[in-house]
């Protein structure tokens, strides 16, 4: 009597959604380093303290000067807004508004092991490389997954009764086709589970190094 076994699920339809996927977070043009954000330097003009919201209204030369306004100092058309530290400009409306991330608690994240889910990423707005973090490691897991469970099916002997084999008259024996598509599964698992270490490293080296989050704000 045959034995039966439920057939593997195709990998059809996530390999085209892991597809979509990657093509949508990689749809933005790259910019900066290697695809991570650059740190923007805008100068925003000033006459008042009060203008450069988390920042001093400093001269050309960058000295202050009192004087006997009661809403602080008053510079000509040189003057430019000059942000306290941990504050960034990226809007000319609004200067040194956009608070820095913290260096240190990224590191955390980093030493804590985080980063290898993408949260290192997802923190300092990089999108696009936390999706392909979580992405690669959900296929890298999904194919081991699978070539395990080919494997087991193989070695028990209960590989799936074809009977359409079975009327041409070869026995239905499926193990040398569930051997191929082990063989193929295993070596798809190694690809993946490489691109996802490369990618996460690389982040890792990348926030280490260029601490700069989505908006150009580095961290402090």
């Known amino acids: 009597m045959p034995s039966f076994a439920p057939?593997?699920?195709?990998?059809?339809?996530?390999?085209?959604?892991?597809?979509?996927v990657l093509a949508a977070s990689l749809a933005r043009p790259a910019r900066g380093l290697a695809g991570f954000p650059d740190a923007v330097g805008i100068q925003v003009p000033c006459k008042f303290d009060y203008e450069c919201n988390n920042g001093v209204c400093r001269n050309g030369t960058g000295a202050t000067q009192m004087g006997p306004w009661p809403w602080g100092r008053l510079y000509g058309p040189w003057g430019w807004c000059d942000c306290m530290s941990g504050w960034a400009t990226v809007n000319t409306t609004a200067p040194c508004d956009a608070q820095a991330h913290s260096y240190q608690e990224l590191m955390l994240v980093t030493y804590l092991g985080l980063g290898a889910f993408g949260v290192e990423a997802f923190q300092l707005g990089w999108?696009?490389?936390?999706?392909?973090i979580v992405v690669l490691f959900l296929v890298s897991l999904l194919l081991c997954a699978r070539g395990r469970y080919l494997e087991a099916v193989r070695k028990s002997g209960l590989a799936t009764y074809d009977y359409?084999?079975?009327?041409?008259?070869d026995g239905g024996d499926n193990n040398n086709d569930l051997q191929?598509?082990?063989?193929?599964?295993?070596?798809?698992?190694?690809v993946f589970w490489v691109a996802y270490a490369l990618v996460t490293l690389a982040v890792a080296v990348v926030a280490t190094v260029h601490c700069v989050d989505a908006r150009g704000v580095r961290c402090v």
Do not use: F, H, K, Y
């Not at 057939?7 to 085209?16: F, S």
């Not at 999108?127 to 392909?132: P, Y």
């Not at 359409?164 to 008259?169: A, E, F, K, T």
């Open 7 to 20: 057939r593997p699920p195709p990998l059809g339809g996530a390999a085209a959604l892991i597809a979509l």
């Open 127 to 132: 999108v696009r490389w936390g999706v392909a």
């Open 164 to 169: 359409g084999s079975q009327l041409l008259g």
């Open 180 to 190: 191929a598509q082990e063989d193929l599964v295993t070596c798809c698992g190694c």
